[in-house]
């Protein structure tokens, strides 16, 4: 392999430009200089194209993209996956931060496995507060992994895509970006990969994924996506590359991962009191999942929410003791990790 070979950072971005800011600088901050930075600007209209022309303008590295009207984060991202033309690909989104050895890290990998098509380095996820609420497979082994591992590995820690560099080979094979599966497009583009090309986990940490109120999961949870999911979960199960133990496994546990998922979506939406989108959600819980127990656990929780409104209160209260505990836990299990804060510095 060319020990210098280009890789596309894909930057997807709208309405974001401080926060854009900081994700340019911490990609030109990377030890591999060999890299073109794509960002590609869902038409937002504000200081967005001023704050990449700055950068432009020092760095001929930079090519901007803006489009013509809003497409939204999904046909935004698959536009830019179609115009990939460099060997290796890898993705920063505007509110989330390469940290600098990111692309290092995973080309030396490639090089001591080029049979490997994807590298999958640690991704540290933090909150607005730059709590660390979580560290992507600190519990998995690190090193070369075929089909049958990598799709195991990834139904244990299904958020790996921001610390994820591959190979424009798996393009070429015919996986895409599916759009029909909506906000778990990433998830799927994952399982399918995984599934056909071996793939090498490191212990390294490679970005710092934030969660925040308007990121992109978080606003997509206000729409009914199950079609989607269930389309996903049917093309997984179904994949030709695993055997009949695997596909039994992975049918267990992405049941297990997207029952989760819909129960969370209702018990937002209740508390948001979208009570149409909580009776959605409720239905795949009965009907797909066979589980009558959380279907009514969200149809009860709805009803005592519209006909008694201090409940509702009493449920964001709890959500809010809950999410404290977990970030202390977070704050004794992750503390030889603290000090990666400084990175989110605008």
Not at 42 to 60: P, R, W
Not at 124 to 152: F, P, T, W
Not at 205 to 212: A, D, K, L, N, P
Request: hydrophobic letters at 40%.
């Amino acid at each position: 392999m060319n020990n210098s070979p280009l890789i596309s950072v894909l930057m997807l971005t709208y309405k974001r430009p401080v926060l854009l800011r900081r994700a340019i600088k911490r990609v030109l901050g990377q030890t591999y200089p060999h890299f073109i930075l794509h960002i590609y600007d869902d038409a937002s209209g504000d200081e967005t194209s001023k704050v990449v022309d700055e950068f432009a303008q020092k760095d001929s590295r930079i090519i901007y993209h803006c489009n013509e009207k809003n497409l939204g984060a999904v046909l935004n991202c698959a536009q830019a996956m179609e115009q990939i033309s460099t060997p290796f690909f890898t993705f920063c989104a505007d509110d989330d931060v390469l940290l600098p050895q990111h692309i290092e890290f995973a080309m030396e990998e490639f090089n001591k496995h080029p049979q490997a098509a994807i590298v999958c380095n640690q991704t540290i996820c933090m909150d607005e507060q730059r709590r660390i609420l979580h560290i992507n497979h600190m519990d998995s082994k690190a090193g070369l992994y075929d089909s049958a591992e990598g799709v195991r590995f990834l139904l244990k820690d299904p958020g790996i895509l921001a610390g994820v560099v591959a190979r424009k080979e798996i393009l070429e094979s015919g996986i895409t970006l599916d759009k029909d599966t909506g906000m778990l497009w990433d998830w799927d583009f994952c399982f399918q990969a995984l599934a056909k090309f071996p793939s090498v986990v490191t212990k390294k940490q490679g970005s710092i994924f934030v969660t925040h109120s308007s990121s992109f999961f978080v606003a997509l949870l206000d729409n009914y996506e199950w079609p989607g999911w269930l389309k996903m979960y049917r093309k997984i199960v179904a994949h030709p590359n695993l055997d009949e133990a695997t596909k039994g496994e992975v049918e267990l546990h992405l049941k297990k991962r997207l029952r989760s998922l819909m129960v969370k979506q209702g018990k937002e939406a209740i508390l948001n009191k979208n009570f149409p989108l909580a009776d959605l959600s409720a239905q795949p819980l009965r009907d797909f999942f066979g589980s009558p127990r959380h279907y009514l656990k969200i149809k009860i929780l709805a009803l005592l929410c519209k006909l008694f409104p201090p409940y509702r209160w009493l449920l964001i209260f709890v959500r809010k003791i809950r999410s404290k505990k977990k970030v202390f836990k977070g704050s004794i299990r992750y503390q030889k990790y603290q000090g990666y804060e400084k990175y989110l510095d605008i």
